[in-house]
Each structure stands twice: as C-alpha cells, then as structure tokens.
C-alpha cells in the first residue's frame, strides 16, 4: 500500500496506448498526440487559434495519417501565427513514415507553407537561442521555436521519426512517401509567406539584433571548464524560478549575459543543450492512478524524485535504458522497441502480476 509504481518508457505512444487506454476502455488512439502552444499571446488566444488552426488541418487529412506534434515557432508579426506540425502515415509497406509541415494562421486563414519529407539523413542541428537547423535531402531549413518546452518538444519528436527513417531505410527517391505529395499540392501561393519562411536560414541577423556588449567590471573566470559549470549552475537557478512556456531561449541568455556581465553569443549552442537536458530533467512524471506514474528515463534516474514519490517498483520498458538503481527498487525490464510493431500483449500477464504485487 506504501510503495507507488513507475511507468516509463522512451515516448508515450508505445505503452501508454496499451496499457492505460486498454484499461480505460479506449479502443483506439488519439488523431493528435503531442500539442505545445508556446508564449506569443494569451493562453485563452492561443488555445482559440490553435484549435481553428487545427480544425482546418484535420479536415484535409486521410484516415491513415495522424498528427503526432504541434508546436508553435517565433512569431515575426502579431497577426501572424506559425506551427511547426509532424504528421505521421501508413505507408505502401503499412510502416509508418513522417513528413513535417510548416503552416501558419493570417486572420482566420489556412495555409500550408513547408513539407519536408523526414529521410534517413535528415540532420537536425542546434545553433543557439532556441534555433535548429533541419537538413532534409538536399534541402536546409532553419525554424526558431516559441519557447524552451517548444523546443525540446520538436527535437525530440524529430528526432525519433528520423531514427525511424533510418531504422527503415527511407531516402529522397525511393518507393516511401508516396502520401506526401498530397500536401505539396496544398501549399500557398502566398509570395510573402514563402519568402518569411525560406529567409530563416538568416534567422541570427534577420529576427534579431546582436545582444549588447557588456562592459567587464570584474575579472573573468579564465578556466573553460569552470566557467561552463557556472553557466549551468546559474542557468538551472534561472529555470527552476521562471515560467518555461512564456520565454525563449534568448530570454534565458539574455538573463546569463546579465548575470555574467559578458557577452555569450560564442556559447549559442551550448546553452540551447543544457536547456534541453535540464528541461528534461524538470520534468515530472504523469500520475495515471494513484499508485501508478507514467515517467521518461530522465525520472527513472532521479533518485530523489523517486524517493519523494514513494516508487518502490520500477517497470522498464524499453531496449536502451538501464535499470539505474537494482539495489534500491524492485525492476521488471520489458525489453522491446518504442514502435508500432512490438508485442506489447504478450507482456501483459506478467505485468499486471506485477502491478497487483506492488499495491
């Protein structure tokens, strides 16, 4: 009755459809999996744009396609709301490929502005203040998110529908995908629209100007390695006190340039990192019922997070993660691949035995 039980795997989608929707009674999986409003406006605004935005996207989708993130990027003009959307479809082999839009919302009105096919090489790169760089073929596309939750949000999505890609052997010219030119036949003619959206490669010098010099009133910290711990440090503190989804990565160096007395712009890359390792961390797991939470790796290796929540059992499901604490917690490892394709059920005595053990 004292020990709670952790739930993790590396995504929602796997175990939670099985295992808590089957409970549930649900039959089968939402149309949408991951949404993230993003600052920029109200909640109340974004919430009212983005479910019009949303109804308009579904009213053109097939049966076999889902949407598994929406995330909202920096906006240029206050009318003007951008989306950074994943959707996800059954193939010709009945194995799911992705492909990403990039929409946008003009008083009330639709528009489809990017479709990028996710390949087998698509590369996604970090260059600071919340940017990211996706090579996609022969094309690069650079998107600036919203907030930090956006940005760890479209990251991780990405890059597991790219690790998909690769696990399948997907590439520009070959038989997958055949889904997409669906909405590349859908995209705007709208001149001002493809030139604010194919200028972003220039995103540093075309949305912002440079942050401002500070001048050096004290001696600065001379050793690298010290001084990126300290940077760590302090950008935890800042994080740990401030609302996440209402400020972007630039806000949070903005604030170290402040607290540092030095300009940071040389570091671009580094802090957008540590945002997304320590917003990981931040994270807390979902209480399903009263002795069951749902948790990512980043849970499942925080002692003191599992201590606090009374976890006495532990259910890893999962091929890539360790069973951090063997000598503390009580582990049941389900060693299967976060994909459609694993069989979940067969697990599923041996697990609700589990379960009944640690209530």
Known sequence: PNAYILLFAETFSTFFTTFYLLTMGVLSRNKIRLL???????????????????????????????????????????????????????????????CLLGTESVNQEFRI???????????????????????????????????VPCMWAASNAICTAVENARDLNYFSGGTSHAWVPYYKDKLTDNRQSLHEWYM??????????????????????????????????????????????????????LQLEAQFNRPLKSYLSFL????????????????????????????????????????????????????????????LPIRVYDQPSSDLLRHWEVTYKFICEAR
């Open 272 to 331: 957008d990192e540590q945002m997304l390792f320590i917003f990981g961390q931040m994270k807390k797991p979902s209480e399903i019922l009263s002795y069951l939470y749902l948790g990512s790796e980043w849970n499942a290796s925080n002692l003191s997070e599992l201590r606090e929540l009374g976890v006495g059992y532990i259910i890893n499901i999962s091929r890539e993660v360790d069973n951090f604490f063997p000598d503390t917690f009580k582990y």
């Open 113 to 147: 502005v990017l479709v990028i096919p996710l390949w087998k090489n698509t590369m996604l790169k970090y260059f600071g203040d919340g940017g990211f760089k996706l090579t996609s073929g022969y094309d690069a596309y650079v998107f600036k998110t919203s907030s």
């Open 36 to 98: 993230l409003l993003g600052g920029g406006k109200t909640r109340i605004a974004r919430k009212r744009d983005l479910q019009h935005h949303l109804q308009k996207l579904m009213s053109i989708m097939r049966p076999r396609e889902r949407i598994d993130m929406v995330v909202a990027l920096e906006q240029i003009h206050p009318n003007k709301t951008k989306y950074l959307i994943l959707v996800t479809a059954y193939g010709n082999e009945d194995t799911e490929e992705s």
């Open 200 to 253: 972003m490669d220039e995103v540093t010098s075309f949305f912002r100007p440079d942050s401002p010099i500070f001048s050096t009133t004290e001696d600065p910290i001379d050793d690298e390695t010290t001084f990126k711990r300290a940077l760590i440090s302090q950008l935890r503190e800042n994080m740990n006190h401030t609302d996440l989804e209402n400020v972007t990565s630039r806000d949070l160096r």
